[in-house]
């Protein structure tokens, strides 16, 4: 993926690419700069990709959203110590990293976003992971998360219903089967959804599941 | 661009005053500037066709005007008919065309484009064809919306428009008409500009012309996580309106890079 092999900048520190990050203004540098950070693979680095969610550039944004995702498990921590209380623009990039990574302890801090995060980009993200993240969650965690979604499939918002479908789909999947036949029947619900691309999405998700049986 | 300062508020500023119908329209009728530029707007927000036939009064206002020469409340009436679009207010919009103020021809043509009636395509055209100062995006997006392929010829020269908004507009434009691709060379050109807004503009251009075959672009331009979202929402509406692909084809094309987005 990154266009900066570790191996070519053995010298290259966590720190200076710390220090070149501050002085960084064109989107060219940044991009540079966020790749090797990924590619240097320190956890230490976990922190300045989390920063780079905030630059206002959504191209370097989406860039430090894989190299974070690289690190798997490790940024769980750090990405819920540093989630953005002011700019909902980097908040969305950090719950869409969560949401992605699939942790068990972000599940807290998924439902409350989604129960009272003003911002649209980051209560889509949140719903998209809760289902992947309910499913590491014990029972009763997982009928709350349920019963959550299903709400959310009467959204006035479609980007919350749509990404409904995909963390009810993840449930179904992975969650504790006794719970399959409730996340399903919120996905049946939604085939009549007004907006032909909920129904399509909701059409697609029956078939992804059918296969799995 | 940034949020408020806790998580769980809202911004109180922006939402709307609660008025009943009646209220809206004595409002807009009475002496108050203010008041009647606001109730006009709040009668497109809610929609309501009784809001029709006042509007189309304020439509022909000529209190409320700027020191140029505007028309502030006509601009504002002009948008709310489009709202409402309700097929009454035609002939008027159609009028609104000639207003001497050009931001009430510009949202007179938007307006006539919401309104989905034919009727509208050669007032838009000659408009299009006037040696005057227009609102040439405008009018180009209005023929778009309302399919007037009688226009293609009309609308090819705005290609090479001063102005890039203008060039973007009449690619997408033609682009719905004659699924030429050089056209879409135009709108991807245009999304990487270093200038954000106009990347803005080319990523709901390039959603507007229907070419699904573009959608991972707008999933990866340098443009705000929610318009990429809701630009490929808008590319699959209008790929399902236009019909020139199988479902399943767009769904192919347009799922896999919202399902990467969300």
Known sequence: ???????????????QLAAELEQA?????????????GALGQVEGIPLLIRAFGFNRPAVGEAALEEVLRFGELAVKPLLEQVDSFDYGARAYSVRALARIGHGDAYAFLVEAIRSDFAPSVRRAAVRGLGRVAARRPLSDQEQALQLLHQCLSDSDWGVRYAALGALTDLARSGLPELRAQAEAGIQTALADAEPLISLRAQMSQQELATDL | MNGSPTRIASNTAVLPQQLTWEQAVAKLQGADLQDRYYAAWYLGTVRDPRGVEPLLLAL??????????GYPLR?????????IGDARALPGLVAALTCTDLHVREEAAYAL?????????????????????????AIIEALGQLNARQAEEAIRPFLGHASRRVQSAAAWVLYRFTQAEELTQILTRLLADPNSSLRQAALFDLAESGWVAGAPLLATADVALNLRINALKRLFDVALQLGQLPLVQVAELIIPELDRLL
């Open chain 1, 1 to 15: 993926m990154s266009s900066l092999p570790a191996a070519q900048v053995p010298s290259t520190t966590v720190a």
């Open chain 1, 25 to 37: 203004t064109s989107p060219e540098d940044l991009l540079r700069l966020v790749r090797a950070l």
């Open chain 2, 60 to 69: 022909q206002d000529e209190r409320d005007r700027t020191a140029l020469g």
């Open chain 2, 75 to 83: 601009r504002n009436a002009a948008k709310a008919l489009g709202q």
């Open chain 2, 113 to 137: 484009a919401q309104l989905q009636d034919a009727r509208a395509v050669d007032p838009l055209l000659a408009l299009l064809r006037s040696p005057e100062e227009q609102p040439w995006e």
